[in-house]
């Protein structure tokens, strides 16, 4: 492995350490948020990645208690896996079922969950206003399932969430049957494979969300839906992908003529801009990193 230098070193014997365990996750562009972040404001923190698995989790989690880590962020295939392995959860991280954020507080950690929030933020910065409306949502994993809890708390009228009868489907029929017990939204599930459903609750949704790993690597190639059809105008597309930053997705979706297209970008920026405070206690300049990650476009 080449190894790389680094021209100014912020670390020394004072440098607190916060993680990124995932698996795959090279491609992650939270390094670069929080650090960035870390160096504008003048912070002794570093972040890591780590490749996790499920096998490895424990030991890794274990390793932040041992080692002192601040915390660590989870992604997939961790985001549920490691529950059991954290002393607390957050509220919402508990109704929610998943957690991608790990807080050390002198050896007890505690679980939550930010994509949800980060999901919702990232829309009201673009002025896309889905209260009160409904939302067409595939995916039941960490993300998806955060993402169709948090809207269904701030008031998402309805969801139509579809997916495949795989591991996650349990998770799917768990999340529809929280929802519909536990806010006002009305929660329906659909199977990812038939097509005409999902054409049909596209038809009156304000919102098209694939929450799913199709288009991220090493399923570039792969899209839910590849009928541009099932898409019109003023349908609102976002990919919870972010690496690479044009999904197939999304240029299924431009081939449709869709106006309003996102990425996983903002809903990433914002998970991380609340993890970031949990860790530090300060606000991440988010106009500062927007910029960097964006270069003034969140698309």
Avoid at 196 to 207: C, K, N
């Amino acid at each position: 492995m080449k190894t790389q230098l680094i021209k100014k070193s912020r670390i020394d014997g004072h440098t607190i350490l916060i993680g990124l365990m995932a698996y795959p996750i090279r491609h992650s562009m939270s390094p670069t948020m929080h650090n960035s972040a870390f160096e504008k404001l003048g912070l002794n923190y570093a972040y890591l990645v780590f490749e996790v698995t499920n096998k490895e989790l424990p030991d890794a989690v274990q390793a932040i208690r041992a080692l002192g880590l601040r915390g660590s962020n989870i992604s997939m295939p961790n985001k549920q896996k490691v529950i059991p392995l954290l002393d607390k959860l957050d509220p919402a991280a508990e109704m929610i079922g998943a957690v991608n954020t790990v807080v050390n507080d002198n050896g007890v950690l505690t679980g939550y969950t930010t994509d949800g929030t980060g999901f919702m933020k990232a829309l009201d910065v673009e002025g896309v206003n889905i209260i009160d409306e409904k939302m067409t949502l595939v995916g039941a994993g960490g993300a998806g399932t955060a993402i169709a809890i948090q809207a269904a708390l701030d008031g998402v009228k309805e969801i139509a969430l579809f997916n495949r009868h795989d591991a996650q489907y349990e998770t799917a029929k768990r999340n529809v049957e929280v929802i519909n017990a536990k806010t006002k939204c009305k929660a329906t599930l659909y199977d990812a494979d038939d097509k005409e459903a999902l054409r049909q609750q596209i038809s009156d949704s304000v919102i098209y969300c694939d929450a799913t790993s199709a288009g991220m690597h090493p399923l570039e190639d792969v899209s839910v839906i590849e009928d541009p059809t099932m898409f019109r105008k003023d349908l609102v597309v976002f990919d919870t992908v972010y690496a690479p930053r044009e999904t197939k997705l999304m240029r299924i979706a431009k081939q449709a003529g869709v106006e309003r297209i996102f990425n996983g970008l903002g809903m990433m920026l914002y998970q991380g801009a609340t993890a970031f405070k949990m860790w530090t206690g300060e606000e991440m300049p988010v106009d500062y990193i927007r910029e960097l990650l964006f270069n003034g476009d969140q698309n």
